[in-house]
């Protein structure tokens, strides 16, 4: 299983971001994706979650409403669309999936939301 993320950077608050996450070694449109977020001296935590197929996705409280959740499986890629940005939306996001009883994650990348 490998999960590599990109699209992250440096954004000003209100701003916006769509991160991507190819995935490989495994096939892809059997399994829910999720994304997470960890920032400096805090746990890591859940953001958002796709079903395999699509249809049902399912996110944290925090940012309901400004990020979505998608993906094309003939890409076999994840996206994660950030909108009004917020200074608190800083850490770095990491895209996972469950697969035989294990949890993989991708290497991350960084999201800085400052002026």
């Known amino acids: 299983v490998q999960l590599v993320e990109s699209g992250g950077g440096l954004v000003q608050p209100g701003g916006s971001l769509r991160l991507s996450c190819a995935a490989s070694?495994?096939?892809?449109?059997?399994?829910?994706m999720s994304w997470y977020r960890q920032a400096p001296g805090k746990e890591r935590e859940f953001v958002a979650i796709?079903?395999?197929?699509?249809?049902?996705?399912n996110f944290v409280d925090s940012v309901k409403g400004r990020f979505t959740i998608s993906r094309d499986n003939s890409k076999n890629t994840v996206y994660l669309q950030m909108n009004s940005l917020k200074p608190e939306d800083t850490a770095v996001y990491y895209c996972?999936?469950?697969?035989?009883?294990?949890?993989?994650w991708g290497q991350g990348t960084q999201v800085t939301v400052s002026s």
């Open positions: 070694g495994f096939t892809f449109s059997s399994y829910a």
């Open positions: 996972s999936v469950v697969r035989s009883g294990t949890r993989y």
């Open positions: 796709m079903s395999s197929t699509g249809v049902t996705t």
